[in-house]
Nanobody, 127 residues
Framework: QVQLEESGGGLVQAGGSLRLSCAAS????????MGWFRQAPGKERELVAA????????YYADSVKGRFTISRDSAKNTGYLQMNSLKPEDTAVYYC????????????????????WGQGTQVTVSS
């Protein structure tokens, strides 16, 4: 049984930091691309950051570049999203997701390519 479980969300003031965690069971992150998506009310789900299974390539949305960092601890089979300098517009439900890394994808961005999802964790940034 594959399970992804996010944690670390919460309420933070603008300019603050949070670190989201995604603990995986039933899959090994080193074999899967990892993505962090977010969805705000009234908006489509968007890719925030992604890490290739090999760890050699990362993707960041322009809106978070320089502020967020995606990483993985293979020994703990856990992914992370470090979020610094948070802004109110970062408020959303954040989801971790995984897709099998042993094939070609046109991009990181298509959420339909990700077969495994966590339940989401709420991040709220106050002004």
């Amino acid at each position: 049984q594959v399970q992804l479980e996010e944690s670390g969300g919460g309420l933070v003031q603008a300019g603050g930091s949070l670190r989201l965690s995604c603990a995986a069971s039933g899959l090994t992150f080193s074999n899967y691309d990892m993505g962090w998506f977010r969805q705000a009310p009234g908006k489509e789900r968007e890719l925030v950051a992604a890490l290739k299974w090999s760890g050699e390539t990362t993707y960041y949305a322009d809106s978070v570049k320089g502020r967020f960092t995606i990483s993985r601890d293979s020994a703990k089979n856990t992914g992370y999203l470090q979020m610094n300098s948070l802004k109110p517009e970062d408020t959303a439900v954040y989801y971790c997701a995984a897709r099998w890394g042993g094939r070609h994808y046109s991009s990181y961005m298509n959420y339909r390519d990700y077969g495994y999802w966590g339940q989401g964790t709420q991040v709220t940034v106050s002004s």
